[in-house]
């Protein structure tokens, strides 16, 4: 098995690992959010690394957070991270698909997420994507909201974790914001999120189907632009 592996590896360096399960509920119920959160911090201060995954086993699928992208961001946002690396098979965002376009070129600071930057990700009508780069945007979105800084590049490079953490310039660095929400913010933010997710949904529907999925629908009478898993 995959934890086997962590915990072998890690042992040859005398770190001690730690698997943590968590679902969407471990984000919206206060006292489950503050659990997870004290579990992780008292995991890190003694020097153990957690090795976290979704609980598929018990979560339902209309509840899940869905995929590691999204699960990272609102676990770094909730340790309030120095910073998160999502890795995957191109070094960083590009302005085009750099599979299929010789121009694209890749952007290596990225100060705010906008729909610009969606579409580049591969956005509704876009033929950009590649590497799952609209899941990592978004999960770059959660993270830097919440004053956690993004840092995406290539899985390829055995040292790529290392050159992520000493700022190498070799991949796409997201800017997080100045104001982060703090832990209370956060769980009211994830709260409020799947809330509105589920209780918008049926009015949101058509305009999502609409929109040819794209990662932003305005739902309700005040015309919120939301950023759907």
């Given at each position: 098995?995959?934890?086997?592996?962590?915990?072998?590896?890690?042992?040859?360096?005398?770190?001690?690992?730690?698997?943590?399960?968590?679902?969407?509920?471990?984000?919206?119920?206060?006292?489950?959010?503050?659990?997870?959160?004290q579990?992780?911090?008292?995991?890190?201060?003694?020097?153990?690394?957690?090795?976290?995954?979704?609980?598929?086993?018990?979560?339902?699928?209309?509840?899940?957070?869905?995929?590691?992208?999204?699960?990272?961001?609102?676990?770094?946002?909730?340790?309030?991270?120095?910073?998160?690396?999502?890795?995957?098979?191109?070094?960083?965002?590009?302005?085009?698909n750099?599979?299929?376009?010789?121009?694209?070129?890749?952007?290596?600071?990225?100060?705010?997420?906008?729909?610009e930057?969606?579409?580049?990700?591969?956005?509704?009508?876009?033929?950009?994507?590649?590497?799952?780069?609209?899941?990592?945007?978004?999960?770059?979105?959660?993270?830097?909201?919440?004053?956690?800084?993004?840092?995406?590049?290539?899985?390829?490079?055995?040292?790529?974790?290392?050159?992520?953490?000493?700022?190498?310039?070799?991949?796409?660095?997201?800017?997080?914001?100045?104001?982060?929400?703090?832990?209370?913010?956060?769980?009211?933010?994830?709260?409020?999120?799947?809330?509105?997710?589920?209780?918008?949904w049926?009015?949101?529907?058509?305009?999502?189907?609409?929109?040819?999925?794209?990662?932003?629908i305005r739902?309700?009478?005040?015309?919120?632009?939301?950023?759907?898993?």
């Amino acid at each position: 098995m995959l934890l086997e592996e962590y915990t072998t590896n890690l042992l040859m360096r005398q770190i001690v690992s730690a698997q943590i399960l968590l679902t969407q509920d471990d984000f919206v119920d206060k006292r489950r959010y503050k659990n997870a959160h004290q579990a992780l911090s008292v995991l890190l201060h003694r020097g153990a690394i957690p090795i976290i995954n979704e609980n598929d086993s018990v979560v339902i699928d209309e509840l899940k957070v869905g995929d590691n992208d999204t699960l990272s961001a609102q676990v770094a946002a909730m340790v309030q991270a120095d910073l998160l690396v999502l890795l995957t098979d191109v070094d960083g965002l590009y302005t085009g698909n750099p599979n299929s376009d010789p121009t694209a070129k890749r952007l290596e600071k990225i100060e705010t997420i906008n729909r610009e930057i969606i579409d580049m990700a591969g956005g509704a009508g876009s033929s950009n994507g590649t590497g799952g780069m609209l899941t990592k945007i978004k999960a770059a979105t959660i993270a830097t909201e919440s004053g956690v800084p993004v840092y995406i590049c290539s899985s390829m490079k055995s040292d790529a974790l290392i050159e992520a953490a000493d700022e190498t310039k070799d991949g796409s660095f997201f800017v997080a914001q100045e104001k982060g929400l703090r832990t209370q913010k956060q769980w009211l933010a994830s709260m409020l999120k799947v809330r509105e997710r589920f209780g918008r949904w049926w009015s949101c529907r058509s305009t999502f189907k609409k929109r040819e999925k794209s990662p932003f629908i305005r739902c309700g009478r005040s015309g919120r632009e939301l950023l759907l898993p």
